[in-house]
């Protein structure tokens, strides 16, 4: 059952990872956070993909370890806190940097180790 789960969670996060790559194509770091809709639907976004890696198995991760799980931990927290810079620069760096890395290094997975994805007991 742990399997089905992962591989749930890994769906998810790869979803919400998707969906913000989306959202903020094209706009640069002052359009995003001027932006009040696509800011909130990327925190959500943001929020559900830190939420899911909190709650991926440790040895599922270690069958990733190029994924930034310490990265997503950390920033986790920084999504729920009050609104301004210290949220800003957790957003923009999620945007810029953890997103794209989380989503190349997923397909890379995918392709190598297919097992992990497969919703199989």
Known sequence: MTHIINTALLGLIEQAGTAVATLIEGLERDEL?????????????????????????PAARSEMPELDWDGWDALRPRFSGLIGESLDEALWFACASLVPATLLWLRVYQQSQPALFRMTA
Do not use: F, M, N, Y
Not at 41 to 55: I, M, P
């Open 33 to 57: 956070l001027r932006s009040r809709l696509t800011r909130v639907e990327v925190l959500r976004q943001l929020k559900t993909l830190a939420d899911s890696v909190g709650q991926l198995e």
